[in-house]
């Protein structure tokens, strides 16, 4: 009798748990799943999404793709918008500008789009000076703006010339020039000493180092077999390096993305480590699971957020022990899901921003709940 008892017991618990997390999801607060720590791991956060964040755009604005997403000091969110509109909603609506700038409310405080920018806008940073970088996949240059957008700054990389073969988009990648770039798809600063380093990822399979006047550095990094994606050799990328981000450690952490992992170097380029996110999930046509990184803003950078397009997901990683501690997210439509999450960036207080390509075309805000 006792063991039917206990046995009712575990059931009515079991229940309980599955309950709770549907009730969970359906309320907005998306708890990492299957994110128990055990010893020595820290818990994963909680998130709730804030479903009127941000306000509606002014003046008939659409956004098409949102492929690149930034923070500034004073937690304003940039977005790079490549106006790829549908003929519905050309006939019926205005492109946004390529820029927009959004505070911590929701609200439009900028927006503009400068007479050359990068084809097929990417990825965009803003350094300790608050100048905003962006780089573009379809082109072969990074510019630095200033804050407001009215000014270039600097551009690394000729427009159009490609470094290939032939100069051109379709040429062998060369993987090798000091001048020229090849579709670079993200970039971070050092603050220390304004060095720039370049995820030279789409054409090239590289992390091109720069000083804070485009002088070129150093550069590591090649194309990597599948067979050594898998067994995770250093410095060795699978098609794409999607994503480089600055840690407070001192390191560099490239997202290796159909790699499925996030490669950890120091600034010389030394190979240090992997941090596995969903192996498999890049083979065959897979487009990988690693696509970009945010870390909390803690100083000891406790949590490494990283998005995930081909599951629809973002992974909670503990930063230090390199292994995933929960995922938040589903593929989907609604607020809290996502469709081609792209780019991720966390404020000063935590709080989450995601940004969506392809079938998403937009930004979500996600609120720290508790961690």
Known sequence: MNKVKSVVAMALVVLLSLT????????????????????????????????????????????????????????????????????????????????IEFDPEGNVVNAWTAPIMPNGLHGCFIDHEDNLWIGGNGDAIVQKYSHDGSQLLLQIGTRGLFDTSNGAEDG??????????????????????????????????????????????????????????????????????????????????????????????????????????????????GTGSAWDSAFSPDEAQTYLYNTDGENQLLWFVDREAGTVIGQMGRPGHMAGEFTYIHTADVDSQGNLYTAETIGGRRVQKFELVSD
């Open 20 to 99: 709770f997390g549907v009730w969970s999801q359906l309320s907005g607060g998306w708890a990492a799943q299957d994110a128990s720590p055990v010893a020595g791991e820290v818990a994963a956060p909680e998130f709730q999404v804030v479903p009127d964040w941000p306000k509606p755009l002014p003046d008939g604005w659409i956004t098409g793709e949102v492929a690149g997403s930034c923070l500034d000091s004073q937690d304003h969110l940039f977005i790079l918008n490549r106006s790829n509109l549908t003929e519905t909603e050309l006939r019926v609506g205005v492109p946004a500008p390529s820029v």
């Open 172 to 285: 062998e990648s060369l993987n090798a020039s000091e001048t020229l770039l090849n579709r670079p798809a993200d970039i971070a600063v050092d603050p220390e000493n304004g060095d720039v380093y370049i995820a030279d990822g789409y054409g090239n399979e590289r992390i091109a180092v720069f000083d804070r006047n485009g002088t070129f550095l150093r550069q590591w990094g090649e194309g990597a077999t599948q067979e050594e994606a898998d067994r995770g050799d250093g410095g060795k990328f699978l098609d794409t390096v999607h994503a480089v981000n600055l840690g407070n450690d001192g390191n560099i952490y490239v997202n290796d993305r159909k790699g499925d992992r996030i490669q950890v170097f120091d600034k010389m380029g030394t190979f240090l480590r992997n941090i596995w996110i969903s192996p498999g999930t890049g083979v065959g046509a």
